[in-house]
């Protein structure tokens, strides 16, 4: 890792680079744990959270993450930026990078955006997600989560559900998935589905079929524009077919951990008592978010040198 | 207070409890002279202003307290928040608390918010208004001022006029005055006194009558839309018999102190010289704010440990 | 500058006060190429961003420079503030000055509420635009960026062209280069022109006589708003006779640098080959800018003692 500048998407990283990065998360995860959860890693400098699309959970895990280390953090959200006065992407860039920050995290509607920016910067830039594309932040903090949980990943079953197509959750966790040597299963109804898929994963539009065979479900959001476009008939029906509720979670492994990358519809793709039953690590990704976004800035920005700082 | 974690209204208080808010109050106000107004009391520690209503002097003044107590201060407010996406006040809750949140600030429109926050969350919860239930931290604050002014509150008389059926201030602050053995009269025309009042409390709707009595007079802030509502016939009426304007401040003690939680309306409520005149402490309530709000973050994050750390 | 206490306009400043500004920049312009990119010398101090006009720009530009003097910051814009409450701008500024911040950046559509707020506060005024008037850190960012690439500044010629008339980038610039000694050109339609001009300024509409004389083309950014007033006729015809292309470019002095405040409109004032090209110093400028805001915050807040705390 010490020679990755940027963090586009995870098909960057071998399984080596994965799993030094999740050991430094782990390492941060204990100093989350102390009164005094900040360490002066990143003192002196400077993280920019450039926004064009709004998302306060990623935003303020980010912010956390950059603060615990010490550096000193920039909020650029589109809605209140010169972006209304046709400031063009690049220039925008530019004069941020001019200012002297250390690193862009990127969030935007258009699928290659921190690929550009990264053509354009020496900043390091973090992809908080593009497009349909991906979100490999996302990815790494689920494996994350997943480790901690049921120990090597190697040979495990995760199952993700729903829409496929439009969630770049999937897209990246699926890649991570694969490099991390697990068997994957895309389960969604035929409109939602990808049409292409890595060969490694197998796909299936019987939920229930694949229930028993997993260590991990996982539940991604449904957006209802979906149906507006005619991607799934009603709420009912995709509720009756894709929901996790209690009745299905009881046919799964015990041991069976759900997944969500929030934030939830309850009652819609995820069943409330799922939500909120021991199985859920729906909370503990949340707090693997911040370790985990901690440790990739840790090793952008000052990983050469950090080793002893974190301790 | 080392055994009380969350501020959620001044009636969970005793006299001797908000007696040490006040004391640890005038140390903070002190630290605020020096040129360096900072301490290292709460380093590390992360604070959460959850405003779901817009507010930008109350959530500033808790930002600036939790920035001289060195917090980490994240500003999480619904109009840029995943509340557009339908996420459940619990999961936001839930969310902000795994990323390691200390406190929470919350503000919002509906009167038992901050109850709800203390069921769900392990963290300290501090109610920065909820409905038109209660603001304690105006309250305490509001005490501190009178203090400042006045000395000991005991059998003093303060006059709280204006709109007080809809207000939080005068719920939470003639709780707080009869706490400190303050008696309270209630200023207002029938249309905006609420149902029931404490038993200790005086109720007039002649602001004449009780003025040459009054140590301290308390405008609150009227809101045009109870016009609307047919609250009041008119501003005009209203201004007639409830403004207090320089002919009424004329025939108060020499010594009365005038009181708004701002933001005022000047010309309404409150005449413009009346503002401006060495009666006011207004802007005195507001230096108050962020020493108040210093008390009440180090007291329930960091009481225990922390006496020295404010010297 | 030890006795200034605001900025107001660059017309307060001697000649001497902008070389002391300009040198303090230099020697933070050095600080910022440290791996620490950080002073602690205005910790404990804080540093309100009052933002009545959106403009991201300038307000992450003072936003880095007071985080890398360790100031605090907040930041009141007018869309999230108790402004829509109907507050007035002195009662705004009063309560900030009592939360005891220790300078006011201001940026307001109305000309002169800067020179308000100085007779109203304590703190020192900053002013970071105000509506057609002054923008006084640009225009010194904008003289540090020339000395750093052409040196002395006396005798040079300086061309500023397009929207004098609404330009407070211009009004500010024209008067600190004539503080420099330099020789200004106004170069606008006669729609764009103001009525009255110091008398040092030369004013021509022929761009393309004027390039050839030019150690700085500083090109202006031209609204489109303008064009419905009647201002000027048609973005075509404005760009055929007042954009900066490369051929006009290459009539100029090989040494000529090409400056505009930002953001750029490409392809309208300025061709985007010319913006890239290596006579632009476009991006130094906002590096300038990061710079020059922590000289001229030191000098108003820390200067007296401060010397040797930038070394």
Chains 1, 2, 3 share one sequence.
Not at 47 to 72: G, H, M, W
Not at 118 to 140: C, E, F, V, Y
Not at 221 to 242: A, C, D, M, N
Not at 243 to 250: P, S, V
């Amino acid at each position: 890792m010490n020679e990755i500048k940027h963090l586009l998407d995870v098909d960057q990283l071998t399984k080596d680079d994965i799993e030094k990065v999740l050991e430094t998360a782990k390492s941060f995860s204990e100093v989350l744990q102390r009164p005094i959860k900040k360490v002066p890693s990143l003192r002196g400098k400077t993280v920019v959270n450039l926004f064009y699309e709004p998302s306060t959970r990623t935003r303020i895990s980010f912010e956390v993450a950059a603060k615990r280390l010490s550096a000193d953090v920039l909020n650029f959200s589109v809605s209140t930026s010169s972006v209304e006065k046709g400031e063009s992407l690049k220039d925008t860039a530019l004069t941020l990078e001019a200012m002297g920050v250390d690193a862009v995290v990127v969030r935007h509607s258009a699928s290659g955006v921190p690929w550009l920016l990264k053509r354009w910067l020496q900043a390091s830039i973090l992809n908080a997600g593009d497009g349909m594309h991906a979100h490999p932040t996302q990815a790494l903090l689920d494996l994350f989560t997943m480790t901690e949980r049921i120990g090597d990943l190697q040979g495990k079953t995760i199952a993700y559900v729903g829409d496929i197509l439009h969630s770049r959750v999937a897209r990246s966790g699926i890649k991570a998935c694969g490099i991390m040597g697990m068997k994957v299963v895309a389960v969604a109804p035929p409109t939602l589905r990808p049409p292409a898929m890595p060969p490694v994963v197998e796909i299936s539009n019987d939920f229930d079929s694949v229930i028993p065979d997993c260590d991990v479900i996982y539940m991604l959001r449904i957006q209802r524009e979906r149906q507006k476009e005619g991607r799934f008939p009603s709420v009912e029906e995709y509720t009756r077919l894709y929901q996790l509720d209690m009745a299905r979670l009881g046919r799964a492994r015990p041991e069976v951990i759900v997944m969500h990358p929030g934030p939830m519809n309850r009652g819609i793709e995820i069943a409330s008592e799922v939500a909120d039953a021991p199985h859920s690590v729906i909370t503990a990704q949340v707090a693997a978010g911040v370790a985990l976004r901690m440790a990739v800035l840790f090793l952008l920005l000052g990983g050469s040198e950090g080793g002893e700082r974190v301790a």
